[in-house]
């Protein structure tokens, strides 16, 4: 049986089933959830960020969903410090100036707190005297702590983020470390390589 599921992981898990840290002090891993031998994930989510992750044991769309080449989005809920102006959020669509280059467009909005959001255990930092507010994000690339840096760039540091979305699946339905098996997406053919013959 080929297996496809999505899973909710939570906040300081890694986004791996070994943990190559220290013996003394092990970290939570997705062994810790999910007990299917074979999978693997397509893509990770940082130690620090909870939400959508998709996993299979199928090789090729495992590369597929992971590699950035294929440009599939990726929607997030981010929670920032402070509340981004319409200045900041474009300059969140029309890119942002990283130490590897300027991101590529993306789509933010300002969003109400998302509707029945788990609590986060430990809860973010919280400073009285300076507000936060949540935006949605939709990237097509995955650099290294992009979504982070992209907030930081623009003044509004990110408290908490959750993946919400990898193309067409969504986080809906799921409680933190659930994970729900999946019909396998039919297979699509890559484009042509080169230039056509005539």
């Known amino acids: 049986m080929a297996w496809f ?9 890694l986004s791996q089933f070994t943990d190559r840290g220290s013996a003394d002090s092990p970290r939570a891993t997705l062994s810790d959830h999910i007990d299917l031998p074979g999978v693997y994930p397509a893509g990770r989510l940082d130690r620090d960020s909870e939400g959508l992750m998709l996993l299979t044991d199928d090789g090729r769309l495992q590369a597929r969903i992971a590699d950035p080449r294929h440009k599939l989005a990726k929607t997030y809920w981010v929670q920032v410090e402070g509340v981004p102006d319409a200045a900041a959020l474009k300059a969140l669509s029309e890119g942002v100036a990283l130490k590897d280059g300027l991101t590529r467009p993306a789509r933010a909005r300002a969003i109400a707190e998302p509707a029945n959001l788990w609590p986060r255990n430990p809860p973010i930092r919280e400073r009285k005297s300076v507000p936060d507010s949540w935006i949605e994000l939709t990237i097509r690339e995955g650099r290294n702590r992009q979504v982070r840096r992209m907030t930081a760039a623009v003044g509004h540091p990110t408290l908490r983020l959750i ?6 699946w969504t986080l809906d339905g ?6 729900q098996s999946l019909p396998m997406p039919a297979a699509r053919s890559a484009p042509p390589k080169g230039r056509p013959r005539r």
């Open 5 to 13: 599921i999505r899973f909710n992981k939570p906040y300081d898990v």
């Open 174 to 179: 799921l409680a933190p470390g659930e994970w």
């Open 163 to 168: 993946r919400a979305r990898i193309g067409e």
